[in-house]
């Protein structure tokens, strides 16, 4: 379920020629984070790894809902028009 709808979102939203650099971009920071926690994880233990874990989902969930009102709010507006 989760393949197809993501493909569906990057065809609506990302044009063909850029897709592959925009989804390379948003790759960089999460790899980032990755290797910082991998790197730290004796300072931060198991306790706090899962802290960060919890931190980015929560900032992907505040920002997915936000997009959702975007998408909403353009969608009242073409339906107006």
């Known amino acids: 379920m989760y393949f ?3 493909g569906m979102l990057r065809s ?4 063909n020629s ?4 925009v989804m390379n971009l948003f ?14 994880i004796e300072r931060l ?6 802290g960060v874990s919890t931190a980015a ?3 992907a969930a505040a920002c997915g809902m936000k997009l959702r009102a975007l998408v909403d709010k353009e969608d009242e507006e ?4």
Do not use: D, Q
């Open 4 to 6: 197809p709808t993501i």
């Open 45 to 50: 233990g198991v306790r706090g790894a899962l």
């Open 57 to 59: 989902l929560t900032a």
């Open 27 to 40: 790759g960089i920071p999460l790899n980032a984070m990755v290797v910082t926690v991998f790197l730290s």
């Open 78 to 81: 073409e339906s107006k028009a």
């Open 12 to 15: 609506k939203y990302f044009p």
């Open 18 to 21: 850029h897709r592959g650099v």
